[in-house]
């Protein structure tokens, strides 16, 4: 799945000679198509929330630019970077404490298309259209660039496999950034997150904890995709 996003830089060029992968979070295989992989909510999509036992609280509802969803009785809940399944399992979980058997359903009446999401060191962190075939530094250059703070030697790179797991891909971009090597850019599949740390990705699960699960509207990434 791919979400291609561009930033317009004002970039000072960085030294690399060839890309490097750091052994704390290795490149992984990326799907070539992903045909059949389940749904996964972005901002933007219209959603139907069906309570069957209790219709009162049925709900239409927008993903908000920030990827949370406003409920009655529970608090906002992340929706963006899930599956309906997903969503509609923590939905039960957190009206278990307000009904007796909730019975929960989430329907997605409306997508808003193909897109991904820049976040991190970037000037810019939100949804960007997929338009055309869009590659990774031009998805960062559309959010704005990278910030003086940016580790521009990992970046990370997101997707969903066919099966609805989440894999990981680290990736350094200063030489597509500097010209040395455009050939390494990295062509976007609609959905992909790109993640752009501020220092060195030193240990794997404080990298998700930190970056993925509080940082992104992601909060299904298991730590073994990685």
Known sequence: MKWSLLLTVLIAAACGPTPQKDAALPTLAMPATVAGAPYVVIAGDELAIKFYKNPELNEDVTVRPDGMISLQLV??????????????????????????????????????????????????????????????????????????????????????????????????????????????????????????????IADVDVFVEQYIRNALPIQTIPVSTF
């Not at 970077?81 to 329907?107: C, H, N």
């Not at 298309?113 to 990774?136: A, M, P």
């Open 75 to 200: 608090d906002d809940v992340p929706a963006a970077g899930r599956t309906p399944s997903e969503l509609g399992a923590d939905l039960k979980q957190r009206y278990a404490k307000e009904l007796a058997e909730p019975s929960i359903s989430v329907i997605v009446r409306k997508t808003v298309g193909d897109r991904i999401y820049v976040g991190g060191e970037v000037g810019k962190q939100g949804v960007i259209n997929l338009v055309g075939g869009l590659t990774l530094f031009q998805a960062i250059q559309e959010a704005g660039g990278f910030t003086k703070t940016a580790h521009r030697k990992q970046v990370v790179l997101i997707r969903r496999t066919p099966d609805g797991k989440a894999v990981g891909r680290s990736i350094d971009v200063r030489p597509v950034q500097t010209g040395e090597r455009p050939q390494d850019d990295v062509m976007l599949a609609a959905r992909d997150v790109i993640f752009v740390p501020r220092s060195k």
